[in-house]
Nanobody
Framework: QPRLVESGGGRVQPGESLRLSCTTS????????MGWYHQAPGKQRLQVAR???????IYAPSAKGRFTISRDNNKDTVYLQMNDLKPEDTGMYYC??????????WGQGTQVTVSS
């Protein structure tokens, strides 16, 4: 049974940093591209970053220059380093595992609150 578990969220002030982690089980991690999605209150879930199986990152414009996605295939874990956080980064962050022609899997999310 595939399982994705996010951690690392919290409440920070503007300009501070957080590192999110998503640990997976039940999938062959290295075969999946991994993404992080942000869902602000009352808004749709949007991808902020994705990392391909070879390790190439893709960023949404809002994340470029501030967020870094990485993966550790030995630990079946994907990370999202978030720097210079802004109030508009507040919301739930979800981890996603995707493989062509197969189901996509989601975690339960971790809350990030950026407020002074």
């Amino acid at each position: 049974q595939p399982r994705l578990v996010e951690s690392g969220g919290g409440r920070v002030q503007p300009g501070e940093s957080l590192r999110l982690s998503c640990t997976t089980s039940g999938i062959i991690f290295r075969h999946y591209s991994m993404g992080w999605y942000h869902q602000a209150p009352g808004k749709q879930r949007l991808q902020v970053a994705r990392i391909t199986t070879p390790g190439d990152p893709i960023y949404a414009p809002s994340a470029k220059g501030r967020f870094t996605i990485s993966r550790d295939n030995n630990k079946d874990t994907v990370y999202l380093q978030m720097n210079d956080l802004k109030p508009e980064d507040t919301g739930m962050y979800y981890c996603n595992a995707e493989k062509l022609m197969e189901n996509s899997y989601w975690g339960q999310g971790t809350q990030v609150t950026v407020s002074s």
